[in-house]
């Protein structure tokens, strides 16, 4: 932001913003102003009321009280149309695509352009939009796919070619690289400071605070659903940004206690599954966390899909605890004792139109029925809410509040929880701390160091390559559906997982 933009008048003035929700203030008095030509980031922990607040920017969420201004004027929406009208354009957290219509019938959606003679629509302007905004992001991806059949990264990059397709004055991003890989990430930091450079007013939601301090202008801090402070990136700190957000010093995110290793839990010979995975060795120990590296579609989603049952192996064999696993279906795994976390929590993991109870009692139902009709016991289900709520400090109203209501990072703890209840020796983790801010990370480390100190044995799959290198004992890399790196001890480097994923080996060290 230069001089001009940072003298220059708010484009978006929001003042005294409340909101009420059944039995929860999620914001209270809170103030911002975004101007011409800024990168505004929000940060804060989870129920911070980070999303709330894009909600209502948004449209879709109303407030109580308190007052918003765009270009001078009043600004209230009631929907989201209103929003989209008045040139703000959300990318929200979580992905709100159709599943079998194009990319480019999910990116022009509700403003489908129609042929002049035939009012029929208009497929070829709509391709062609697609593709000048993919050049835009420097990616490429068909618009004639269908979305369901696209990774979650490419997912990802058309909600956000929707949001751009839009236009307006002021763009949301709500932790928009939470799915990416290292180079789109890359690409994505190059549009928002384009958009800066049209003068656009960006407003950026992340928990990855490097990315803050590469793009963002300025940071406003929430917590508990208060403005805590608005600070200039060039006059802050990360340290300073932490504090604030977490009312507390963080001396370490990614802290791996070291464990004794015990008896391998989990083995796997020869497995060849799904589309990408062949012909992989592997073994899980208990007490170890065994991270698994890679780029996106490495064969990291079918390896785990395996373990869980998901899917059937082609050919090979995987043991647990010294007997042959071949489950046939994810409740054969649970049986078995494998806890498993998915990377997609909307499509995959919450059921939202359920309680955080009924959420998180899914994976022991049959360990919650009791008496001769083998009914769920109300009490059971409460003792298990109280267990992993406590445990794991989701922050919700009750047992009884919808899931669907609960922040991003809450309803990752409610999955976590539900993976954690059946109590198994292995814990899959797929993504674990996606979308989750930085006291939550250090929460959830601390609890995977506590199962890993009990005996469990954890497999973690994770794009950050902090998370992967700081809390995992051992690495293996895959690239092409293959182990192609196995690090260890002084391997274990940021530059040797890079290197396997995408050369096949580790970095030669000079003698």
Same mark, same amino acid.
């Given at each position: ?85 008045? #040139?703000? +354009? /959300? @990318? *929200?957290?979580?992905?709100? %695509?159709?599943?079998?219509?194009? !990319? &480019?019938?999910?990116?022009? $959606? ?88 049209? #003068?656009? +007013? /960006? @407003? *950026?939601?992340?928990?990855? %605070?490097?990315?803050?301090?590469? !793009? &963002?202008?300025?940071?406003? $801090? ?272 940021e530059e040797n997982v890079i290197a396997c994923a995408t050369m096949g080996r580790k970095i030669a060290v000079d003698a």
């Open positions: 932001m230069d001089g001009a933009t940072a003298k220059s008048s708010p484009l978006l003035e929001v003042v005294g913003l409340t909101v009420d929700f059944p039995g929860v203030r999620a914001l209270d008095g809170v103030h911002l102003d975004v101007r011409p030509g800024e990168v505004h980031a929000i940060v804060g922990e989870n129920g911070a009321g980070k999303s709330t607040l894009l909600k209502v920017l948004g449209g879709v969420n109303t407030p109580s009280a308190g007052s918003l201004t765009l270009g001078g004027e009043p600004f209230r929406p009631h929907r989201p149309h209103d929003a989209i009208a008045a #040139g703000i +354009a /959300v @990318i *929200y957290q979580e992905f709100n %695509l159709f599943p079998d219509l194009s !990319v &480019a019938e999910n990116v022009y $959606v509700g403003r489908e352009p129609h042929g002049r003679l035939t009012r029929g629509l208009d497929y070829a302007r709509m391709r062609r939009g697609c593709r000048e905004i993919f050049d835009v992001l420097g990616v490429r991806i068909d618009p004639d796919a269908r979305v369901r059949d696209l990774a979650v990264s490419e997912q990802q990059l058309v909600e956000i070619a929707k949001a751009l397709s839009v236009g307006g004055r002021v763009i949301v991003m709500d932790e928009p690289t939470a799915a990416l890989a290292r180079t789109e990430v890359r690409r994505l930091l190059d549009v928002v400071r384009r958009l800066r450079q049209e #003068g656009k +007013a /960006v @407003i *950026y939601v992340s928990h990855h %605070l490097e990315e803050v301090f590469e !793009v &963002a202008d300025r940071a406003t $801090v929430l917590r508990d659903g208060r403005h805590v402070a608005t600070e200039v990136i060039t006059e802050t700190t990360e340290d300073d940004l932490v504090r604030l957000m977490v009312g507390r010093d963080v001396e370490s995110v990614f802290h791996r206690e070291s464990t004794d290793e015990g008896a391998v839990v989990l083995a796997l010979d020869g497995v060849s599954a799904g589309r990408h995975l062949r012909d992989v060795d592997l073994e899980v120990r208990a007490g170890e966390v065994l991270g698994i590296g890679g780029v996106a579609g490495a064969g990291q989603t079918e390896l785990t899909q395996a373990v869980f049952g998901a899917i059937g192996l082609k050919s090979g064999g995987m043991r647990l605890d010294g007997h042959d696993h071949a489950p046939s279906s994810p409740r054969d795994a649970i049986a078995a004792g494998v806890g498993f976390l998915h990377e997609d929590r909307k499509a995959a993991g919450i059921l939202p139109d359920l309680s955080v109870l009924q959420n998180l009692g899914m994976s022991v139902l049959r360990r919650l029925r009791t008496g001769p009709l083998r009914l769920l016991s109300p009490a059971a289900e409460r003792g298990v809410y109280r267990e992993y709520s406590d445990r794991l400090r989701i922050k919700a109203s009750g047992a009884d509040q919808l899931i669907s209501q609960l922040s991003g990072g809450n309803q990752q703890k409610v999955l976590l929880g539900r993976a954690l209840a059946p109590g198994g020796r292995l814990l899959v983790l797929n993504e674990p701390t996606r979308g989750v801010d930085i006291g939550a990370k250090a929460e959830i480390h601390q609890l995977v160091n506590e199962l890993t100190a009990a005996g469990v044995a954890v497999l973690l799959v994770s794009s950050d390559l902090l998370e992967l290198l700081g809390m995992s004992d051992r690495i293996v890399v895959l690239a092409g559906g293959r182990v192609v790196g196995r690090l260890e001890g002084a391997d274990r480097t």
